[in-house]
């Protein structure tokens, strides 16, 4: 069983910030239901873009993730917010640093 860590940066269009939050928030309670979900929380970034950092049990959890209804409506409430894609990156905890490289 591999723990899989996300994170996925938002760029708001001009003046949609609070929009795009208050979608990432109402979308969220979804995602904490689903199997393998261990952390889906957003952050607000200094370059102005929210960061949501996610950790999934398996990659098979994260995978179903994104396959997933959460996340088909998640991306229908957030897309008018959106300047540009959200950038995805999916990684691998190394043993290393506390917790062993985990959030």
Do not use: N
């Not at 261990?38 to 949501?52: F, P």
Request: glycine fraction near 8%.
């Amino acid at each position: 069983m591999t723990t899989t860590i996300v994170t996925a940066v938002f760029t708001p269009r001009e003046g949609a910030k609070d929009e795009l939050i208050a979608a990432l928030r109402e979308a969220i309670p979804a995602v904490h239901e689903e199997q393998g979900c261990e952390l889906y929380a957003i952050h607000d970034a200094e370059d102005g873009t929210i960061t949501m950092l996610e950790k999934w049990t398996t990659r098979a959890d994260l995978d179903a993730h994104g396959a997933g209804p959460a996340v088909e409506r998640l991306g229908s409430l957030i897309e008018p917010f959106l300047a540009a894609p959200a950038q995805v990156t999916k990684m691998t905890p190394l043993p290393a640093g506390m917790s062993q490289g985990a959030l």
